[in-house]
């Protein structure tokens, strides 16, 4: 998307343009620059920089959520969990569920523009907000500085982390200072996680096996409404929340599943494209840039800006309840004589 939409005229506007944080439009695209496999290419070197380079920002920006430059993300609405309900009560199809979301804290910058100090003030206050949690979601902060590789590793391995030295973001200097600053929060039936300093200042997850969107949904809504009683959130009325990645922005949520579709996978670029037209993004077993294993896909929501996070949740909902139906009519075709 860099390639397509920094053409000559548009260089030619920003390439003298700052922030006030004296971010540039190099900062905004050395990711891209550096992999010219990436699909988007860009990131918001600071919360400024959606506006200061929005000729480039706001086209990536329409083409990924179909968000246009003349539109405003809604108010928050978290609406009622419980109308998701299973989708996939007998556990056929569905390995797991995964709700998440980005914030941003107020005051701060983002990785390229943070020192060392903005990563550990960063972390320490939300460590401490973290660890007052009570009941369901009490549990323990741990630092990535001191933790061992192995340690980490199986945390990768059993999806709860995030991976270390991602190229993307290593090319937008947001690996600077690693591990400082950087960790993972969870309670301690590991069904609540919060990432620290990674890509974003905040990433907030609910994952169970098995399909219950409804309790694994309601248990994000319940863990942020806690956490933003203590944490002033970076919220734009256009953009909604600001994250550093502009995928992200708007209701921040991804809603994924690990789920088996071994009929639909086997023609993949059909399920794309079928998964494409429900509003959905395939993944790999392990996220982002990885492949399937053991034909499990990662399918989550595409789109997290113009509509509500309860529409974001429905989007993916639908979506999935209708290849589960395409699975099971391959099945039957299979089955019939
Ligand atoms: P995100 O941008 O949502 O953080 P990534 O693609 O980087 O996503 O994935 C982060 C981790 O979450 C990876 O280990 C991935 O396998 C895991 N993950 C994503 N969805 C699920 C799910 N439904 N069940 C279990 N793990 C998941
Ligand atoms: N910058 C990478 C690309 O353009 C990742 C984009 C979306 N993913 C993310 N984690 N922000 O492909």
Redesign the pocket.
């Known amino acids: 998307?860099?390639k397509k939409y920094l053409t000559r005229e548009v260089f030619e506007l920003l390439k003298e343009r700052k922030t006030s944080y004296g971010s540039t439009l190099l900062d905004v695209i050395r990711?891209?620059l550096c992999?010219p496999?990436?699909?988007?290419?860009?990131?918001a070197a600071d919360p400024e920089a959606y506006v200061v380079f929005k000729e480039l920002f706001n086209p990536v920006i329409e083409e990924y959520h179909g968000f246009e430059s003349s539109s405003s993300q809604p108010e928050t609405n978290w609406g009622n969990p419980e109308e998701l309900g299973n989708l996939d009560p007998d556990g056929a199809y569905i390995i797991s569920t995964r709700v998440r979301c980005a914030r941003s804290i107020e005051g701060y910058p983002f990785n390229p523009t943070m020192n060392e100090t903005h990563y550990l003030d960063l972390e320490k206050k939300v460590s401490g907000v973290l660890e007052s949690l009570t009941d369901d979601l009490k549990g323990q902060y741990y630092p990535l500085l001191g933790m061992s590789r192995e340690t980490q590793d199986q945390l990768i391995e059993d999806h709860f982390l995030f991976k270390e030295g991602?190229r993307?973001?290593e090319a937008?200097n947001s690996n600077r200072f690693w591990p400082k600053g950087r960790g993972i929060f969870f309670n301690d039936t590991k069904t609540f996680l919060v990432w620290c300093n990674e890509?974003d200042h905040l990433r907030l997850i609910s994952m169970e096996e098995g399909g219950d969107l409804a309790t694994i949904y309601g248990r994000l809504v319940d863990a942020v409404s806690r956490i933003e009683r203590e944490i002033s959130f970076s919220r734009n009325s256009r953009l909604g929340y600001l994250?550093?990645?502009p995928?992200?922005l708007g209701t921040t949520i991804r809603a994924s599943v690990h789920i088996k579709l071994p009929r639909l996978g086997r023609d993949f670029e059909a399920f794309q494209e079928m998964a494409r037209k429900f509003y959905l993004q395939v993944r790999g077993t392990r996220g982002?840039?990885t492949e399937s294993e053991d034909g499990v896909y990662d399918i989550s929501n595409q789109r997290r800006l113009g509509l509500t996070e309860f529409q974001a949740l429905s989007e993916m909902r639908d979506g999935i309840l209708q290849l589960i139906e395409q699975e099971k009519a391959l099945e039957g075709t299979e089955q019939s004589p």
């Open positions: 998307m860099l990711s891209g992999n496999d990436s699909h988007i290419g860009i990131y991602d993307f973001l937008a890509e994250t550093f990645c995928t992200n982002e840039h």
